[in-house]
């Protein structure tokens, strides 16, 4: 039987406020201000949801807005909008088709950790849709449910949009936060953390496009029921970003740990494009290592993949492969993964700012046949040991595990002329 996806997100898009408000929008925003629950209930109903980051880290979003502390005079919420992780479209599908769930779930969880201010961090490469937002934010104020004394309460928020510069590593909270505040885009070491010293020194919440989206659901039917949905560790649905070698791709929404990697792309991608001989999947983006055609009879959620030795990071599923007497450009396909962390990589840390272009040396090298991938592998572990632990953010990290994790698993295929 195929299996279909999972609707909580996509039930709720809406062409404009008035659909949204007949599709029962902003019922959750009224309930939490129109009834006064107190921002420690919202916070206890999200712990209670299971709620985990969508971003790409899975940390427990309940745990994490209770870090902020209650008396600080400023606080502040962002969204991160910089969705940059390669493969990973789903956030810009939220943004454009259901800005009004993204703003009122921002104004809850603005509210359970009383921020006035909130800002949506869009990456450059969306400016295109700033517009759309900015016009959901302007007509969200003009019915009251933005600006001063929400719906009666003493509650006041605004909105603010923040255009992006165009950098990867700016997609990292503490480089997110420099960048606000007008400086480079480093990432800052830890801690503090961004809940104690966040947005000009203020305690700060950084969530995820899809993290802020799932908060009008967890309070329209509470975190109990919405914990029902998914697997105990991963509760809840994810948007899935299918792409690769599929017949149809797109964003799909699954119910997590209730449907295999091998279903999702033969029941929601319809399949591996003809001709096309399957060699792998990447799970979570370009930063998750691969896992091989055996090893996608698993449910997609967090722990699952985890014991794969991947992860479901930002949720962006690469099915890759290649026509049958095209394997070899595996390597060309490695390599422009490579390149894009060596370009990106801030500088920062000598380890990876060196590091990523050693193993871009080495991918050139075993191409021209210079070095074994067996001895490649050596080196890039080498340099794992060098980065590990000792790097502002896990970039660097990330290009070597994947380079080694690649030259493992397709040792074979890698040595095709
Ligand atoms: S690990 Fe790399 S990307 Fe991350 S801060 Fe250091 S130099 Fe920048």
């Not at 990106?344 to 021209?368: Q, V, Y």
């Amino acid at each position: 039987m195929k299996k279909s996806e999972t609707l909580l997100i996509k039930k709720k898009y809406a062409e404009n406020i008035d659909e949204y408000i007949q599709k029962g929008g902003f019922l959750s925003l009224k309930k939490v201000l129109g009834d006064g629950i107190p921002p420690e209930k919202v916070i206890e109903e999200v712990k209670k949801s299971g709620l985990r980051g969508r971003g790409g880290a899975g940390f427990p979003t309940g745990l994490k807005w209770s870090f902020i502390p209650r008396d600080a005079e400023k606080k502040f919420l962002i969204c991160n909008a910089d969705e940059g992780e390669p493969g990973t479209f789903k956030d810009r599908e939220i943004l454009l088709y259901a800005p009004y769930l993204l703003i009122e779930g921002i104004i809850i969880s603005s509210y359970a950790i009383q921020a006035e201010v909130s800002y949506i961090y869009l990456r450059k490469e969306y400016k295109w849709i700033y517009d759309r937002i900015y016009k959901a934010i302007r007509e969200t104020e003009e019915i009251g449910f933005l600006g001063k004394n929400i719906l009666g309460s003493s509650f006041n928020h605004r909105i603010k949009i923040f255009l992006g510069a165009g950098a990867y590593i700016c997609g990292e909270e503490t480089a997110l936060l420099e960048s606000m505040e007008g400086k480079k885009g480093f990432p800052r070491l830890k801690p503090p953390y961004p809940a104690d010293k966040g947005l000009f020194g203020n305690p700060t919440v950084i969530n995820n496009v899809e993290t802020l989206a799932n908060i009008p659901i967890i309070m329209e039917m509470g975190g109990e029921n919405y914990a029902k949905i998914g697997v105990p560790k991963s509760t809840g649905t994810r948007l899935i970003s299918l792409s690769g070698i599929v017949r149809k791709k797109g964003v799909f929404e699954i119910e997590q740990g209730k449907i295999t990697i091998r279903e999702i792309i033969e029941d929601l991608g319809e399949g591996v494009k003809e001709n096309y001989h399957l060699l792998g999947v990447i799970p979570g983006g370009i930063s998750a290592p691969p896992l091989l055609p055996d090893e996608i009879d698993i449910t997609y959620d967090f722990e699952s993949i985890i014991e794969k030795g991947s992860m479901s990071g930002s949720g962006a599923i690469i099915v890759f492969g290649f026509k049958e007497d095209k394997k070899n450009e595996l390597l060309k396909f490695l390599k422009s993964a490579v390149n894009f962390f060596k370009e990106e990589s801030c500088g920062k840390c000598t380890p990876c700012r060196e590091g990523t272009w050693a193993i871009n040396d080495i991918l050139e090298k075993i191409e021209k046949r210079e070095t074994q991938i067996e001895e490649g592998v050596e080196i890039i572990d080498g340099l794992y040991k060098k980065m590990k632990g000792l790097c502002a953010c896990p970039l660097g990290e990330s290009c070597a595990i994947i380079t080694e994790s690649f030259l493992k698993k397709y040792s074979d295929v890698l040595n095709l002329k």
